[in-house]
Every structure is written in structure tokens, then in C-alpha cells.
């Protein structure tokens, strides 16, 4: 059995897919199998797929016997993986070459039971070429954040790195079980089922940029983002989340509040795009759809968007273009 599982769940992926293969294929670290959970493909994806299982071993297929919404690929590509940990990959998405290594020795020096979940430093791959760390620290050392302290601290604010995204995330097979797999009722399943984990679970966090999340109009956050889905989905989990951890994390009230402003807040980040693309008439539209019991604090919520924000676009201005950074 293969020490890392790299998990690609895919549907018509063929622009990108035979990057993401070969980035997998290019690790200096050996041993690890590559599982593919085809979601019955109409594309090219199906021949890329067979072609680069013809070259290695250590590449499985499986096509779905029925069309799945991605949160059940995803949830069937990681279990058809045999590894007790899985790294997760987007088809759009890239590995450094030394990915699998580096935390592969994470855990190693970290050697623990405890830890169900690890995330590394990225890099944006822009539709210009452009290519931007969003990490600085890769040098620093490796952290441990025990449980279920640091889901307080995510909740609070005051946590000194993030949640993983997918193709940032490590994740421990028995932790994913554990958990029953990642939510089919949200767009943003994977940080939603990472804080579950983390209530239970270590987090192990590489500040090392190891993987390429690629930026592209067709990702499912662009739409999220566009039809507000990403506000109502915020709203029922954390009402949830709350309800079933807030004791057993000790959270005050203070703690609880932030907690629902996560969306609100998510309405004033898409608010703010729409302003920096210069269509205020959207984001007008956009305040409109937003529950009335949070409009007092959207104003509040919107400055902090705007001046968070500016300093993205004012970082990525010379090198990319608006319609890049935020594309849709």
C-alpha cells in the first residue's frame, strides 16, 4: 500500500487535466498511487486518461456509472484511494515537484496519531501566465495546531494561517471517514468538512508553497460567488456548526457573533468584487438579496471587504488584469 493517495476527481477536464497529470507524475517522492474518479466525461478525458495509465503503474481509473454533483466525486474519488493519507488535486490544479515529499516529512517529523488534516502554502496560476505565492514565509517552520483549539481560534479570527482549500489539503483517510465525507449540500464542502475535522483531528500546517491553485472563470466558487449561493450555504452551516460544537469549543458570545457574520461577510466579498470590476449597479443588486436582518451590519462588513481587497488588486494590478484576478 502506497504511503500518499493523490486523489484527482474530474468532469471534462481536458484542457487542463494532462498538466495536473504530469505534476503528479514529476514528484520526487515515489511512492504514492494516483486515483481518478472519472465523472462520466463527454470530452477528451477519458483518452488522456487512458494514455497516461498505459505510462504508469501507479495511476487507477474509475469512471462513475452515473453523472454526480462534485462534492460526490470528489467523496468517490477519495475513497476509492487505498493510501491512510490523501492528498487532493483539481483537475485544473497543480503539485510542485517536491509536494508529496515535503509532506510526506512534515508528518514524519510531526509524528503523531493526532494530526487528521495538513495544508501547505500555494501559489495563483493566472489565465495570463502570471503566477503569484500567496504565502512569503515558505522558510519558516512547520506548525502543529492541536484541537479543538485552533477551530476557536479559525472562528475568532486570531488564527495565524487559514483552513485548507482542496487542493491544499492532506487529509488523514480515518479522519474523512470519520467524518462521513464532505457535505453534498454545500459549494465550499472542503472547509466546512476541514473545521469539523479539526474539532476532533491536529491541524499540521507547511508553509511551504507546494501546489498551484489555478484562477479561471469556469470554477464552481466564481458562480458561488456571482448568485450568492456561497451566503445562504455560510448562513445554515455555521447555524449548524454552532449548534452541534459551540459548547464543546467553549465559544463566548463574542465568538458566536463573528461567527455568524461569516455571511454577511461572504455578500459584502462579493459586493466588493462587482464595485472593483466597476458594476455598482450588481453590487447593489447583490445588498438587495442579502437577508434584512443583516443589512445594519453590511456597511461595516463592506468597508473591511473593500480595504482587504484593494491591497489584493494593488499587489496584482501591474501584473494582471481586473477581469483575471476576479474572472466572471
Request: glycine share 4%.
Amino acid at each position: 500500500m502506497s504511503e500518499i493517495s493523490v486523489a484527482l476527481p474530474v468532469y471534462n477536464g481536458s484542457q487542463y487535466l494532462a498538466q495536473a497529470l504530469e505534476s503528479v507524475l514529476a514528484q520526487d517522492f515515489s511512492d504514492f498511487e494516483l486515483v481518478v474518479s472519472d465523472n462520466c466525461s463527454t470530452d477528451e478525458t477519458a483518452q488522456i486518461l487512458e494514455e497516461y495509465v498505459r505510462r504508469d503503474r501507479r495511476i487507477r481509473v474509475s469512471r462513475s456509472r452515473r453523472f454526480l454533483a462534485q462534492q460526490e466525486n470528489v467523496n468517490r474519488a477519495v475513497g476509492l484511494c487505498a493510501g491512510p493519507w490523501v492528498k487532493l488535486l483539481c483537475h485544473d490544479d497543480l503539485l510542485h515537484p517536491n509536494c508529496l515529499r515535503a509532506l510526506h516529512e512534515a508528518l514524519a517529523t510531526h509524528s503523531t496519531d493526532r494530526v487528521g488534516l495538513v495544508g501547505n502554502g500555494e501559489e495563483w496560476l493566472f489565465a495570463n501566465g502570471y503566477v503569484q505565492a500567496t504565502r512569503t514565509d515558505g522558510d519558516a517552520d512547520v506548525r502543529l495546531f492541536p484541537a479543538p483549539t485552533f477551530v476557536a481560534d479559525v472562528l475568532r479570527g486570531t488564527a495565524p494561517v487559514g483552513l485548507p482549500a482542496l487542493t491544499t489539503a492532506l487529509v488523514r483517510k480515518d479522519a474523512w471517514k470519520q467524518s462521513d465525507g464532505f457535505d453534498t449540500r454545500y459549494v465550499h464542502f472542503d472547509v466546512f468538512l476541514w473545521l469539523q475535522i479539526a474539532v476532533r483531528w491536529d491541524y499540521l500546517f507547511v508553509p511551504q508553497v507546494l501546489t498551484v491553485n489555478r484562477i479561471h472563470g469556469a470554477q464552481v466558487a466564481v458562480a458561488a460567488r456571482q448568485s450568492l449561493h456561497s451566503v445562504r450555504e455560510t448562513e445554515q452551516f455555521y447555524r449548524t456548526f454552532l449548534h452541534m460544537y459551540g459548547d464543546t469549543l467553549r465559544l463566548s458570545a463574542r465568538t458566536r457573533l463573528l461567527t455568524r457574520l461569516k455571511a454577511p461577510s461572504s455578500a459584502a466579498s462579493a459586493m466588493t468584487v462587482e464595485l472593483l470590476k466597476r458594476r455598482p449597479l450588481r453590487a447593489v443588486g447583490l445588498a438587495f438579496r442579502v437577508s434584512p436582518k443583516w443589512w445594519l451590519a453590511l456597511p461595516f462588513l463592506l468597508v473591511r471587504s473593500v480595504r482587504r481587497e484593494r491591497q489584493k488588486v494593488r499587489a496584482l494590478s501591474p501584473h494582471v488584469p481586473i477581469s483575471l484576478i476576479y474572472p466572471g
